[in-house]
């Protein structure tokens, strides 16, 4: 069994005169990311291997929930950067066996992609939210059964979960919740 956990990075600022690549988080993006962290700590969603997106917003979001996270492995994945969800299933494909809980840390349209390609069943509330919105900041966390992570297939995952900072903030009673 292989968990991948889908992490879009947080909301991000458009300063003028910045490229795409460049763009730094803006302030919800550095609330929302450190509280994404904090909830994968507390329910124990602790990857072996972290691969983040080399775009300044994916490596924000990632320092900024990471400390949650005690340590662990991660490496900046230059192909993550604006891929569709075939070249992020292919990166998924050459992780290394020994990793049990792989986290991507990248952007949309792929994350949503790839959820929606590897995902055949699951939480259908969870998967209903994240085919209207793949927001800012959201984690999808979906299960795999497969012994190699080169056997991942499209339609064989399980949504285990998908969680936004909106849908934390209301849980907790927050009145903000502006999250996405």
Do not use: C
């Amino acid at each position: 069994m292989k968990r991948l956990i889908l992490f879009r990075h947080a909301k991000s600022a458009y300063p003028p005169g910045v490229e795409d690549h460049d763009r730094p988080l803006n302030e919800r993006g550095r609330r929302d990311a450190p509280r994404m962290g904090a909830y994968l700590a507390a329910e124990q969603l602790l990857p072996d291997l972290v691969l983040v997106s080399s775009a300044a917003r994916t490596r924000e979001t990632f320092a900024l929930a990471a400390p949650a996270l005690d340590p662990l492995e991660s490496r900046e994945e230059p192909r993550i950067y604006e891929a569709p969800a075939e070249r992020l299933l292919g990166v998924v494909r050459e992780t290394p066996d020994a990793v049990r809980t792989l986290m991507l840390v990248g952007h949309n349209p792929g994350m949503e992609d790839l959820a929606r390609t590897l995902i055949g069943f699951g939480d259908r509330y969870a998967f209903a939210r994240l085919q209207q919105k793949f927001p800012t900041a959201g984690i999808a966390v979906v299960d795999l059964d497969v012994e190699s992570w080169g056997e991942v297939v499209p339609k064989e995952g399980r949504l285990d979960r998908f969680v936004t900072p909106k849908g934390l903030a209301a849980a907790s009673g927050e009145a903000d919740g502006q999250g996405e």
